[in-house]
């Protein structure tokens, strides 16, 4: 009984999150396929786990509610009961509640409020209808809340607790010793009297040698509370008979005992009074008063009582258990093929790493300059491993975007529904990886986004058979690597946007002057400013106005970008492009003047020499010819008002960034260079064309240069150019 | 579990070995009652006894109470360490009603 009970729930608690996403998206593979006996199987054991584990920490509500849930299934399985759409309905429903009570009862340790009751009742009702007749009998009663019956009588005298057990015939087959339980209850208090029933011990040749057959009558003298000695018999709750009186226990209370147990009446008045529990006197007017209360058969006692017994004694045991464990709730859980760590530790470790980086780079810096053959090979294969060990410790932050993405399938299901739609959902590169902070926040705006897509991107069935389209309409979420970044796209094959009623909107809110007419793809990304609805009719599910210029705003406070794109009748593309890792990059080392600049790697295409052709033209105009293309670019050092005059020779070096290009003019070219980001401090937070600050090797501080920021600058620059010279001609 | 037997002026002499533990407790089961199918007085050795459990004390309850019913009469003797404790915490020995107990429980000083 060492077992931390607090631990081993919260064990339980992430298992039966894990379990209830299982059986949900069983449930939702069921529907494609009803016949699939692996899948109900899956879904069965998924109830009965979360079930069976509920019970053992004494968590009623959700034993009592999953009862009912895996004997539909149970009937399911057998093949009595056919599954329909309601049935998934129902079943979907029920697991949302079952996770509802997990999160409730379990790791809050509170009571359902009275809409969850309310809706819990409902799903019960529905629920019957799927199951047996004698059995729904069975889970009413055992669902009915008995009141505890009112008390006769008044207080025993004796100040000690009194325990009667009955052990199940299995608990030693399930590995526990019921003398092992007396030997733990007595480091609780002392046992003032006990008295071991063995009526129940069958016949030598009937008797099973590794079934329990034994009980106790227990008087317990203890000041521990009742949580803690229920706590005792924790692991033996299931199938035996636990019944535990507090000090001064009403009369009543040792009545309704004696006639719940097995053994007769006058046996169990017999040993209550001689191990001091109740005076004789006692026993005998409880005992009367119970016969005058009509009961017809004294000697089977109803399954209500017993229930009214446990009830009594569960409900206060799962509330203190439940207190208890809210306070160590930050404790952390395992999973079998998890360990988990705490995030700290995780960002720590790549903090450290960082710093090892830094510490390399220095290292094979002074290797270099000592021109040791010797030492620069041991500096270069030391740089490999720091170089493995940082992308190890990046991995272990990055998790794959499936399983963000898989929790769609139910919310296009149910908004389907709701909207009255036939829309499919295909998930496609589920396995792209990228850093967990990133997948925890990327939910909210993904949800918007879909559910936008559904109400007003994708049309009704019958506009869409009118406009040759499939009835079912396709939403999309695909998601894969680019350049340094994650792509993630949600691509719905519906009307498309309306350009003209954005443009008429935009200019109505005076967001775009009456004359001008952008390109558009900027007329499409209007619909990210507050505000902005083109909804004619605003439904439960969007079309408020509210939400785009959020789902922006949460994007870009992950250093990432959003775009649209849309084809009138063919559908709409949002495409959210956030950057990889928060931490380390692959960088490309550039100098100008005394200073040196970071260009993030991946996002470097080539170098070109500047010609002093290139150069005399610069003057002139704002873009470089690259082969024949038009390649806008930016001088880093007038940007940054570097002093100094410019170097002999300078360099081009030419980054893209989402489909774009541009040109980096910078006096030296220094290589790549591992770059551990140092976030800037909050005064630079309004400084353009820099995303952070690295140390090199050397010491010296080098700035990372947001590359998006300078290309969009690079190529506004360059159109506005061009339109200025239009009009000037 | 071995179980000796040894018979002296018609009592039989039952000497428990080991453990009586879950583990044992079947085929202790059977053995246990071969030996009490014989109408006789006899008296069970757990000297050696190393180890008991619930199992183990299910057991015993069981041959005193077939003991009870056959009519003949079971002693407990010689009980080890492992047997008393078990005992005592049961609040069984006066069931077993074997004066032994106290006195044997002086011998090994407690």
Redesign the interface.
Known sequence: MSLDLDQALQTYIAEARELLQDMEDSLLRLEVDPNDADTIGAIFRAAHTIKGSAGLFGLDPIVSFTHIVEDVLDRVRDGDVVIEANLIAVLLESGDHMLHLVDVVAAQGGQLDAEAIARESGLRVRLQAYQDDSEMSHAVQVETEIPLQSSGGGLVETDNWHISLRFGQNVMRDGMDPLSFLRYLSTLGEIVSITTMFDALPPADEMDAESCYLGFEIDFKSDADKATIAGVFEFAREGSLIHILPPHSKLTEYIELIRSLPESETRLGEILVTTGALTQQELEAGLSEQQTSARPDGSTTPLGEILVEQRSVEHEVVQAALDKQTQSKDSKNKENRYIRVHADKLDELINMVGELVIAGAGVSLLAQRVSDNGLQEATSVMSGLVEEIRDGALRLRMVPIGETFNRFQRVVRDVGRELGKDIELVITGADTELDKTVVEKIGDPLMHLVRNAMDHGIESASIRQSRGKSAKGTLRLNAYHDSGSIVIEIVDDGGGLNRDRILQKARERGLIAPNVTPPDHEIFNMIFEAGFSTAEAVTSISGRGVGMDVVKRNITALRGTVNLDSAVGQGTTVSIRLPLTLAIIDGFLVGVGKSSYIVPLDMVQECIELTENDRQLTRERSYLNLRGEVLPFVMLRDHFEVEGAGARRENVVVVTCAGQKAGLVVDELMGEFQTVIKPLGKIFSTLRGISGSTILGSGEVALILDVPSLVQQAVNRETHQVSTRQLTH | MPISSTNKNGQSLLHMEGDMT?YT??D??NEL?TH?AQPCEREIDLSEVSEM???G???L??AK??AEKHGTSLRLTGHSRAVLD?LD????AS?FGDPVVLSCNENKGQ
């Open positions: 879950i407790a079947a202790m089961k009652m009490m459990d619930s199992a004390l299910q057991i309850i069981l109470r077939e078990v915490m049961c609040n069984l069931y």
